[in-house]
Nanobody, 123 residues
Framework: QVQLVESGGGLVQTGGSLRLSCAAS????????MGWFRQAPGKDRELLAA????????YHADSVKGRFTISRDNAKNTMYLQMNSLKPEDTAVYYC????????????????WGQGTQVTVSS
């Protein structure tokens, strides 16, 4: 089992940047595939990016490709989402997720979830 805590959200102007962090408990962080999702009011939860256990392979959704970058530091039990060129439509609650099963990085199936952090982009 793993517990996840997101941080780094906040209010930023259009064109600005934020870096989200996801801190994981336990000593087996490197055995989990990790992902970042977001959910805006009235919309479905959206997979933004995912990263393999080692961090060698990544996936980024078309909606954020070229603007957001996922990474992880297994020594620090932490995953990151660097978000640049933010737009008002990026406003949402952002969640990190973990799953121990081998799967395509584009899958939305995750077992463990953080509580979410709010990102608001003002126009």
């Amino acid at each position: 089992q793993v517990q996840l805590v997101e941080s780094g959200g906040g209010l930023v102007q259009t064109g600005g940047s934020l870096r989200l962090s996801c801190a994981a408990s336990g000593r087996t962080f490197s055995t989990y595939r990790m992902g970042w999702f977001r959910q805006a009011p009235g919309k479905d939860r959206e997979l933004l990016a995912a990263i393999s256990r080692s961090g060698v392979r990544t996936y980024h959704a078309d909606s954020v490709k070229g603007r957001f970058t996922i990474s992880r530091d297994n020594a620090k039990n932490t995953m990151y989402l660097q978000m640049n060129s933010l737009k008002p439509e990026d406003t949402a609650v952002y969640y990190c997720a973990a799953d121990a099963a081998l799967a395509n990085l584009a899958t939305m199936r995750y077992e463990y979830w953080g509580q979410g952090t709010q990102v608001t982009v003002s126009s």
